[in-house]
């Protein structure tokens, strides 16, 4: 809502001098905690999240569907009786928010530089979070996750079977979703959190295709002197009888042109399914036995 897939970071280091500024592959299990958001009581701790930013654009393009005219019958719904499909998505966003929840989210990432291309394959990231608790727990092969009243354990294949690694002074409100923050106007997570974010404040075309269902498309264009690139998010939106976000389906892509020598064409795409299920469950998660401590 996820690790960006330990296989396709390292996959990817081998390629990415030739991409503008990517950010670099996360080297440390430390670095997932010090990228985590800042609890404004608690420690600092900057962002681990690769963010569904759009950057500074504005409210959304809202688009409903066509109706046919029908004669007048008594007195018409005026505009403030008829709810928008942004108004219908934010209630359901605002919903699905500050109540515990489970999570499935499935990935596939590609990135090419150049003639280069690195493609994960897919996999699959489950877990559950409590906001009210700071905790829960994030599993996928060979990386999991535990954050217990916002203190963060992390697993991964390259380190000792079973053992944790914990920032003995970082406190988190929030899961780390990704190792890898993927640079850009728009970028690409499978936080659920960061997604909302996104369908709140994103110039964004929505579009209500069902009940219960909507379609979003959204634009950006970076163009500064490293490089230009312009970057699309288009997905849909499941929303559940209880009236909360159930399923969402992306793909998330950019395409841009260096202008550092030699210059190169570049491009990033992710695709994810979320499904979102168990609002309000406990999130109970156990706390490590075989920890190292980082200072």
Not at 8 to 27: A, F, K, M, R, Y
Not at 197 to 202: K, W
């Amino acid at each position: 809502m996820f690790n960006l897939d330990e296989r396709l970071t390292n996959g990817l280091h081998g390629i990415v001098d030739g991409e503008p500024d990517s950010t670099p592959p996360t080297e440390k299990l430390l670095e997932l905690g010090r990228r985590g958001r800042r609890r404004r009581s608690g420690v600092a701790v900057s962002a681990t999240l690769a963010v569904l930013a759009l950057g500074a654009i504005g409210t959304a393009t809202l688009v409903q569907p066509s109706t046919p005219t029908r004669p007048a019958v008594g007195a018409e719904a005026t505009a403030s009786q008829v709810a928008s499909p942004q108004v219908e998505l934010v209630s359901a966003v605002t919903a699905s928010e500050n109540i515990s929840y489970r999570i499935k989210a499935s990935i596939t990432a590609r990135k090419t530089a150049g003639k280069f291309e690195v493609a994960g394959r897919p996999y699959t990231t489950e877990g559950a979070f409590d906001p009210a608790t700071d905790t829960g727990y994030l599993r996928s092969e060979g990386h999991e996750e535990r954050l217990i009243d916002g203190v963060r354990f992390v697993r991964s294949p390259g380190g000792t079977d079973g053992q944790f690694v914990q920032d003995g002074s970082a406190r988190f409100d929030r899961l780390a979703y990704d190792a890898q923050v993927l640079d850009g106007a728009l970028s690409g997570s499978a936080d659920p959190e960061s997604l909302f974010d996104v369908l709140r404040q994103a110039d964004a075309k929505i579009t209500k295709t069902g009940a219960g269902t909507y379609h979003f498309v959204a634009a950006s264009r970076d163009d500064d002197a490293i490089q230009s690139s312009t970057t699309t998010f288009v997905g849909d939106i499941t929303v559940g009888a209880d009236q909360r976000v159930a399923t969402v389906t992306y793909e998330w892509a950019t395409r841009g042109r260096t202008k550092r020598a030699p210059q190169s064409d570049f491009a990033k795409n992710i695709r994810v399914t979320l499904e979102l299920s168990d609002y309000g469950a406990p999130v109970k998660v156990e706390r490590p036995t075989n920890v190292v401590v980082l200072k």
